[in-house]
């Protein structure tokens, strides 16, 4: 089991849906926390809810090559870092042949690139027990018509983590790819091309937060979309 009270992690896209309700859970754990987004004053309103648990806010643009890097930097600087959470992300809908190079260029910089190179800046910054989590989903597991370069970019982004995890256990360092389902964060309203298909009513944000927590408690190491469906284990 990991005792996350007190713990300093550094939450990256924590003015997004998913993001905050993550924020918002680990708080509540006990963990202090830096925050990290491109809206200044959503950031701003964040921090001023979650009160003293807020280490420091960072504004970064995760597309800039530097982005990731300097979150991290800043984090550190802030505090000795226990983990990270990367729950930044867009998302795009359409047919291959009407996807232009700038969609693709976004979509697979900002869901794959961009969580390398924070994966790249965190392992240096990231103790003996420490986490990374990268929050992919479901269409890593079962790639979906019209959102082809999305799944693309997800299943990308789960395979690089199972190599990294591998890479990283001699040093204790978990990482932790979550992939849930179709989760209400309002992402599909903001997708940067196209227009979302008809989906089923998703999970909440929040029970896919606490999840994410949980599974930081009892040491998982895989987060499956199946892990967020089946029910939790009746206490003994």
């Known amino acids: 089991m990991t005792d996350l009270a007190s713990a300093h992690v550094l939450v ?15 708080a509540e ?8 987004g491109r ?26 090559p530097d982005g990731p890097a300097s979150a991290v930097r800043a984090s550190v ?27 693709l260029d976004e979509v697979l910089l ?5 969580p390398i ?23 890593a597991e079962r790639a979906m018509p019209g959102m082809a370069a999305y799944s693309a970019a997800k299943a990308g982004l789960t395979a690089f983590d199972a ?6 256990r001699r040093r204790r360092i978990r990482v932790l790819d979550v992939r849930p389902p179709h989760t209400e964060t309002g ?20 029970v896919v937060a606490d999840r994410v927590v949980r599974a930081l408690r009892e040491d998982e190491r895989d987060l499956p979309s199946t892990a967020f469906t089946a029910a939790p284990p009746t206490p003994s």
């Open 77 to 103: 600087e802030a505090a000795p870092l226990t983990g990270v959470v990367n729950a930044a992300g867009v998302v795009a809908f359409g047919p291959v042949e009407g996807l232009d190079d700038d969609t």
């Open 117 to 139: 190179r924070l994966a790249r800046a965190a392992i240096g910054a990231l103790p003996e027990g420490g986490f990374l989590v990268q929050v992919s989903a479901v269409v």
């Open 110 to 114: 900002l869901d794959l690139v961009a």
């Open 39 to 64: 809206d200044p004053a959503r950031l701003e309103g964040l921090a001023t809810e979650l009160g003293d648990a807020v280490v420091t806010t960072v504004v970064a643009d995760l597309t800039r």
């Open 12 to 26: 990256l896209g924590a003015t997004g849906g998913l993001g905050g309700a993550i924020a918002r859970s680990l």
């Open 187 to 206: 992402l599909t309203t903001r997708a940067i091309a196209g227009e979302a298909p008809r989906l089923p009513q998703g999970l909440t944000p929040e």
């Open 163 to 168: 190599a990294l995890a591998t890479e990283l």
């Open 29 to 36: 754990a006990g963990c202090r926390l830096t925050l990290s």
